[in-house]
């Protein structure tokens, strides 16, 4: 029978019995009788990059887990092998001063390797021209980024731009609150007239609808008669509410164009980019948002 002692996370203890890890009848029987199986021990080391055992590797056998392990310890050092290789071509470029050519590479060593804090700082003084431009920074995307980054990355950037980007977060602030109040009242004076008009198709789309249904409902009553009442009366009242009926469809896919229509306007007036102002501002509070983003631990 086999057995795991795991004492140290990065080293796992096995012991198996003499017959593979099968116990049986005859096993049961010697150790009662006090005859201990011989058991065979084996100390398997996790690779570097691997900090406990997983899920993925319990179960297995000795000789399985120890092939899985060295995988790994293979997959984890070309791993590294190629991080070092993006490293050293991103250094060579960031020295000549070229960050946007050097910055693409550290942000695939990054990928590669999360944990690396060397290349995740160079990722960041690309990003800022060697701490020098936050030019950058208040892209929506690269401010999402960035307040995942490590608290040592940020620490970095933030000391030495942060002042920059609140000066510039409070000057857009200034510049968007009297634009937000104009787009609002505007906003709200077009809601007013936008729900007025679809209010007023609504009721005689309403109204509309209502006819046709009781010129369907006579137009059937008056057909059901034809076979029961002798005369022409049920036909031709039938005939006439039914051509009444058609012509009723006329107002009703008038009015119901209508207030599709006003319905749009009523939800696009609560979209900022519908107005060239409420375009502009929608641009500046998707900054603001950045740079909300960019400062919220400060």
Known sequence: MEERIVDDPRKIKVKRNAVGGVEDATDALAAEEGEAAAEEELLLELPEGVDELDEDLIGLAPSQLERELERRKKEAAEMAAERDKLLQSADALYKKGQYRDAEPLYAQAVVIDPSCEEAERALWLCRTEDLKSAKRLSDPAIAEEFSAAGDGVR????????????????????????????????????????????????????????????????????????????????????????????????????????????????????????????????????????????????
């Open 155 to 298: 620490a970095l950037v933030l000391n030495a731009l942060g002042a920059k980007l609140k000066a510039e977060r409070d000057a857009l602030e200034q510049k968007a609150a009297p634009l937000r109040e104009r787009v609002k009242s505007a906003q709200s004076e077009r809601r007013t007239a936008f729900i007025a008009n679809r209010n007023y198709y609504r009721v005689r789309l309403l109204i509309w609808v209502a006819v046709l249904c009781v010129l369907v409902i006579a137009t059937s009553i008056c057909g059901s008669q034809i076979v029961h009442v002798r005369g022409n009366t049920p036909a031709y009242l039938t005939i006439a509410f039914g051509a009444l009926a058609l012509l009723d469809l006329i107002p009703v896919i008038f009015c119901t164009r209508k207030y599709v229509v006003a319905q749009r306007f009523v939800s696009e007036n609560e979209k900022l980019d519908s107005t060239e102002e409420g375009a502009a501002l929608a641009e500046m509070e998707e900054k603001l948002n950045a740079y909300a983003l960019l400062l919220e631990r400060e």
